[in-house]
């Protein structure tokens, strides 16, 4: 009885997964939106910021600069080549191409959620030189979606003993990447959650259709032979 629960659980989750990695951090995304539209976030904001700026010094803040690195346009265009080339060197066609694809739709949509929002970046002390708009967090949004996907794509073409440490790695440059914009001072953490919540939404989305694509052409490759 106990095993039939348990299977059924399981089933349950396999069917309706794409749906509740839409559906959780959609609705979170949404809470917070409300939230920021009616003010209801500087209690929460402030009280996060004042932490991460207790701990602000020379040497820290460097090592959050390079943090936040991480997401800029540049390193993620650089990394994204890099890929593109190593899978194509191997024969790879569709994880070479979802990469860059994916990178490019989530800039995207992030660009259109801050247009929608436009709320004004923190009014406080930024170590760097930032503009547009704060709400969600593009570098919260891309870490997710985009390192995430890499994550998914170590998972399912890595073999060997590296396999877990590097997704553990990968792993842990997202949180990394959003601290650093809140003690950086250009993001609220209200910002930080929802680019979170709306990459992770994302980023579900994204590798349903990557792993339809992916059954398709091997589909089609297994029919040719």
Same mark, same amino acid.
């Given at each position: ?9 399981? !089933?349950? *989750?396999?069917?309706? /997964?794409?749906? #509740?990695?839409?559906? @959780?951090?959609?609705? =979170?995304?949404?809470? %917070? ?50 890929? !593109?080339? *190593?899978?194509?060197? /191997?024969?790879? #066609?569709?994880?070479? @191409?979802?990469?860059? =694809?994916?990178?490019? %739709? ?59 440490? #590097?997704?553990?790695? @990968? ?55």
């Amino acid at each position: 009885m106990t095993g039939g629960k348990t299977r059924g659980v399981r !089933l349950f *989750f396999q069917k309706y /997964r794409v749906l #509740l990695g839409l559906g @959780l951090p959609l609705t =979170v995304f949404a809470v %917070l939106a409300v939230l920021i539209v009616n003010d209801r976030t500087a209690g929460f904001d402030s009280a996060i910021y004042h932490f991460l700026s207790s701990m602000i010094t020379p040497q820290t803040t460097r090592s959050f600069i390079f943090l936040t690195n991480l997401c800029s346009p540049a390193f993620l265009i650089g990394i994204s080549i890099l890929l !593109l080339a *190593f899978f194509l060197f /191997r024969h790879k #066609l569709y994880p070479a @191409l979802a990469i860059p =694809v994916n990178l490019l %739709l989530s800039s995207v949509i992030n660009t259109f959620a801050k247009s929608v929002f436009d709320r004004p970046r923190p009014d406080i002390n930024q170590l760097v030189d930032v503009g547009g708009f704060s709400f969600p967090s593009g570098h919260s949004f891309v870490a997710i979606s985009f390192y995430g996907f890499l994550i998914y794509l170590v998972a399912r073409y890595c073999r060997g003993r590296y396999k877990y440490p #590097l997704m553990l790695l @990968l792993f842990l440059v997202i949180p990394c990447v959003g601290i650093s914009r809140v003690y950086l001072g250009v993001h609220y953490s209200s910002d930080v959650l929802a680019g979170f919540s709306l990459g992770g939404a994302w980023l579900a989305f994204y590798i349903f259709l990557a792993e339809r694509v992916r059954h398709t052409l091997e589909e089609k490759k297994g029919g040719s032979r």
